[in-house]
């Protein structure tokens, strides 16, 4: 079945500092990837997307490449704020017929940005 | 636009009483809907989804059911709760196909 792959942490950086967070994919079908981040009490809120190869998401400064060839899809930022500290999770969705069996979350990444 | 509502946003509830969280959705119709458990410090667990009204698929076996009465509304319930069900339960809708989810602001369920 389809499955994604992140790195779990906690990863640590100081303020200013670039991130990446590595996501691997295997799925059966064409998938759509996402990232999601989550702030402490709060649900998941769609970050950034992509739904065809070489796509590349962009949302607050953060950006993610659907790479086919090496069925990664990595969250990178130039340079982070404390406020960017939050769990990130990487997802992809497939068409399937519709239902859960399309729509896969790796099991996130805690991010903590230190001043 | 589409909008999720989730409530309560926190509840606690003594072992052995029943639960009922409901999850409606606006500004989309025939969505699929999500009921997810999110444990301290852990991933998520796909618990329940519905692709239609009175269509519920169940992923894990457990003390928890969920019902789909109206096409936009989905409740989580359970007879008697046990320590185990304590967490952060999550709702979420998406459209068939290619598509991202879309969550709630989740439930904080503390048994005690």
């Known amino acids: 079945g389809d499955s994604v792959t992140q790195m779990e942490g906690p990863v640590t950086l100081s303020e200013e500092a670039f991130l990446t967070i590595n996501c691997t994919y295997t799925a059966t079908g064409y998938p759509s990837l996402f990232w999601y981040v989550q702030y402490p009490g709060e649900g998941l809120q769609l970050l950034l997307k992509?739904?065809?190869?070489?796509d590349k998401g962009s949302n607050k400064g953060f950006e993610a490449t659907y790479r086919k060839e090496t069925t990664s899809f990595h969250l990178e930022k130039g340079s982070v704020q404390v406020s960017d500290s939050a769990v990130y999770f990487c997802a992809l969705s497939t068409y399937s017929g519709g239902g859960a069996d399309g729509l896969t979350f790796g099991k996130g990444t805690h991010l903590i940005i230190q001043p | 636009s589409q909008t999720i509502h989730q409530w309560p946003a926190t509840l606690v509830q003594p072992v052995g009483s029943p639960l009922s969280l409901e999850c409606t959705v606006e500004g989309t119709s025939n969505p699929n809907l999500y009921w997810y458990r999110q444990a301290a410090g852990r991933g998520l667990q796909l618990l329940f989804y519905?692709?239609?009204?009175?269509?519920i698929s169940s992923e894990v076996p457990q003390n928890l059911s969920a019902s789909r009465p109206q096409d936009r509304q989905f409740i989580l319930s359970s007879k008697k709760l046990l320590l185990s069900d304590s967490g952060f339960y999550l709702c979420?809708?998406?459209?068939?196909?290619?598509?991202?989810?879309?969550f709630g602001q989740g439930t904080r369920l503390t048994v005690v």
């Open positions: 992509a739904t065809k190869a070489d």
């Open positions: 519905s692709v239609g009204i009175g269509q």
């Open positions: 979420a809708w998406r459209v068939t196909g290619n598509t991202e989810a879309f």
